[in-house]
């Protein structure tokens, strides 16, 4: 399948470990990104490269691949991370075609 | 650092095309490939295309007839055509400068979006 595949919808009490999954066979090839995007607000780049922040973005994110599936782990889920994810990798068809699986909304109860 | 902004008509007619453009500040068109992603109305993100410094372009299968993304990198902005548009295409677009390099690709940063609506 060329497609990437989340959970749309994921719940988490304060606090607590969530883990968010994305899943295709073009990430056995290729890193995933992931994005956290809140209401009203453009996509923010929480993890790239598999598993780096960028400056700015706390280290309870973080990120790991194994086969198929790549994860974005909160560990220490705040109020403030309540929002939608969407993972990204290239298309493993070829040339540089990308692909975005279809977000998880995360809740933190 | 890089920041974004998408300018360009709110209302589009069916069948009509729809043209935006991004501008580029504080920092160099070479440093990125230059990208338009777009969000339907509550769904989730679709890319469209992108193109590099040097002028080579690559687009999402399903709307490569439809679109051409062109920059001028004089005026330090990129631009999206897109062609027959229809109801379908309502959405919020926005402009991003990607990272592509071997098995990596990553977009960062983005502009804040504009809501393009296909309406008659």
């Known amino acids: 399948s060329s497609e990437l595949t989340q959970d749309p919808a994921v719940s988490v009490a304060l606090g607590q470990t969530v883990r968010i999954t994305c899943q295709g066979d073009?990430?056995?090839?290729?890193?995933a990104s992931w994005y956290q995007q809140k209401p009203g607000q453009a996509p923010r780049l929480v993890i790239y490269?598999?598993?780096n922040r960028p400056s700015g973005i706390p280290d309870r994110f973080s990120g790991s691949r194994s086969g198929n599936t790549a994860s974005l782990t909160i560990t220490g889920a705040q109020a403030e991370d309540e929002a939608d994810y969407y993972c990204?990798?290239?298309?493993?068809?070829?040339?540089?075609?990308?692909?975005f699986g279809g977000g998880t909304k995360l809740t933190v109860l | 650092q890089v920041q974004l902004q998408e300018s360009g008509p709110g209302l589009v007619k069916p069948s009509e095309t729809l043209s935006l453009t991004c501008t580029v500040s504080?920092?160099?068109?070479?440093?990125?490939?230059w990208t338009w992603i777009r969000q339907p109305p509550g769904k989730g993100l679709e890319w469209i295309g992108h193109?590099?410094?040097?002028?080579?372009?690559d687009y999402n299968p399903s709307l490569q007839s439809r679109v051409t993304i062109s920059q001028d990198t004089s005026k330090n902005h990129f631009s999206l055509t897109l062609t027959s548009v229809t109801a379908a295409d309502t959405a919020l677009y926005y402009c991003?400068?990607?990272?592509?390099?071997?098995?990596?690709?990553?977009?960062?940063?983005w502009g804040q979006g504009t809501l393009v609506t296909v309406t008659s």
């Open positions: 991003a400068g990607s990272t592509v390099f071997g098995v990596v690709i990553y977009f960062d940063p």
């Open positions: 504080g920092g160099s068109m070479t440093n990125y490939f």
């Open positions: 193109i590099t410094y040097s002028g080579y372009t």
């Open positions: 073009s990430l056995r090839s290729f890193y």
């Open positions: 490269d598999q598993n």
């Open positions: 990204n990798c290239r298309d493993r068809r070829g040339n540089l075609g990308v692909l």
